[in-house]
């Protein structure tokens, strides 16, 4: 298999010329920057598989794709500037350790930028949902986003869920596919004002 330039460099130290020598050096330093060439491919060049653990980037990204989406839209409920708030997503995939703080401070930066929406700061909902009966996040559901809502004086409540599927590639291979919902749901008439789905396949590390 592989091995990195330093593995090398420790193993030939005694034997190899000058000149080979320094191309090695010269291969660790770019192997610090781009890493080592053992390193599994973040993704398959023909599937755009995941071949790595789903982890926090991973759900960061999901989370700007759905914002590009939603970012397009020009509907009814968007006009006057509404007050809008960020709730938890529930974690029913097989990663419970899930950090989600970067997928929030994405979901944040990009309201924020659409410059369409009042933003309710997402540390004022998750103080509510630590002190309140709002149940375990992992839990959370339409009712408690509205009544988290209303506790916000917020106009609207984003909420979600992360979950993921087995599934089969192209190949044959197995996979697993983790899909990140986001609904918008309007406080007062608890009506579902938009919805949408992104997903990420992720090929089990051989």
């Given at each position: 298999s592989d091995v990195c330039s330093s593995d090398l460099l420790r193993k030939k130290g005694n034997t190899m010329n000058k000149g080979t020598a320094a191309l090695l050096i010269l291969a660790m330093v770019l192997g610090t920057w781009v890493g080592c060439s053992s390193t599994i491919e973040e993704y398959d060049s023909d599937q755009r598989v995941?071949?790595?653990k789903f982890g926090p980037q991973d759900l960061k990204d999901l989370g700007g794709k759905l914002m590009d989406k939603l970012e397009?839209?020009?509907?009814?409920?968007?006009?006057?500037r509404p007050t809008i708030a960020l709730a938890d997503i529930r974690?029913?995939?097989?990663?419970?350790?899930l950090n989600k703080q970067p997928f929030f401070d994405e979901?944040?930066?990009s309201l924020f930028d659409?410059?369409?929406?009042?933003?309710?700061d997402h540390r004022e909902s998750m103080k509510l949902l630590e002190e309140a009966a709002f149940g375990q996040s992992?839990?959370?559901d339409a009712s408690q986003a509205v009544k988290l809502g209303k506790a916000l004086r917020a106009h609207f409540i984003m909420?979600?869920?992360?979950?993921?599927?087995?599934?089969?590639?192209?190949?044959?291979?197995?996979?697993?596919e983790y899909r990140l919902s986001l609904t918008i749901t309007e406080v007062e008439t608890q009506k579902m004002v938009y919805r949408a789905t992104e997903t990420a396949k992720v090929r089990a590390v051989r």
């Amino acid at each position: 298999s592989d091995v990195c330039s330093s593995d090398l460099l420790r193993k030939k130290g005694n034997t190899m010329n000058k000149g080979t020598a320094a191309l090695l050096i010269l291969a660790m330093v770019l192997g610090t920057w781009v890493g080592c060439s053992s390193t599994i491919e973040e993704y398959d060049s023909d599937q755009r598989v995941l071949t790595r653990k789903f982890g926090p980037q991973d759900l960061k990204d999901l989370g700007g794709k759905l914002m590009d989406k939603l970012e397009k839209r020009n509907d009814d409920w968007m006009e006057n500037r509404p007050t809008i708030a960020l709730a938890d997503i529930r974690n029913n995939t097989d990663r419970p350790g899930l950090n989600k703080q970067p997928f929030f401070d994405e979901i944040e930066t990009s309201l924020f930028d659409m410059n369409k929406f009042d933003l309710i700061d997402h540390r004022e909902s998750m103080k509510l949902l630590e002190e309140a009966a709002f149940g375990q996040s992992d839990q959370f559901d339409a009712s408690q986003a509205v009544k988290l809502g209303k506790a916000l004086r917020a106009h609207f409540i984003m909420w979600g869920d992360v979950s993921v599927l087995d599934d089969v590639g192209a190949d044959g291979a197995a996979i697993k596919e983790y899909r990140l919902s986001l609904t918008i749901t309007e406080v007062e008439t608890q009506k579902m004002v938009y919805r949408a789905t992104e997903t990420a396949k992720v090929r089990a590390v051989r």
